[in-house]
């Protein structure tokens, strides 16, 4: 079993930057890939940006490309998510996710995943 738990969200104007942080503790050593995703009120969970946890592959989605950096600490078991020029359209709670089936042809999906964090609220002001 992997744990993950988020922080880093909170409020913030339009244009301004956040980096939401995500901690894993238990069976890290079987971590193959951990992504961000997110889920705005009313709207299904999207995928943000994921990260292969060996070699540091990476993998965005249109709206995070140019804006939004994924990246990760092994040595904290951690990985992060570096988010600039942020707009309204950003705002939603981000889910941090882990998996270890080593299988990334879903990396993108949220069924690509067996673990979740609890989520970590960000909301951009305009």
């Known amino acids: 079993q992997v744990q993950l738990v988020e922080s880093g969200g909170g409020l913030v104007q339009a244009g301004g930057s956040l980096r939401l942080s995500c901690a894993a503790s238990?069976?890290?050593?079987?971590?193959?890939?951990m992504g961000w995703f997110r889920q705005a009120p009313g709207k299904e969970r999207e995928f943000v940006a994921a990260?292969?946890?060996?070699?540091?592959?990476?993998w965005y989605s249109d709206s995070a490309k140019g804006r939004l950096t994924i990246f990760r600490d092994h040595d904290k078991n951690a990985v992060y998510l570096q988010m600039n020029r942020l707009n309204a359209e950003d705002t939603a709670l981000y889910f941090c996710?882990?998996?270890?089936?080593?299988?990334?042809?879903?990396?993108?999906?949220?069924?690509?995943?067996?673990?979740w964090g609890q989520g970590t609220q960000v909301t951009v002001s305009s």
């Open positions: 996710a882990a998996d270890s089936r080593g299988a990334f042809a879903q990396i993108n999906m949220p069924l690509g995943y067996e673990y």
């Open positions: 238990g069976r890290t050593s079987s971590i193959s890939a």
């Open positions: 990260i292969r946890w060996s070699i540091g592959w990476t």
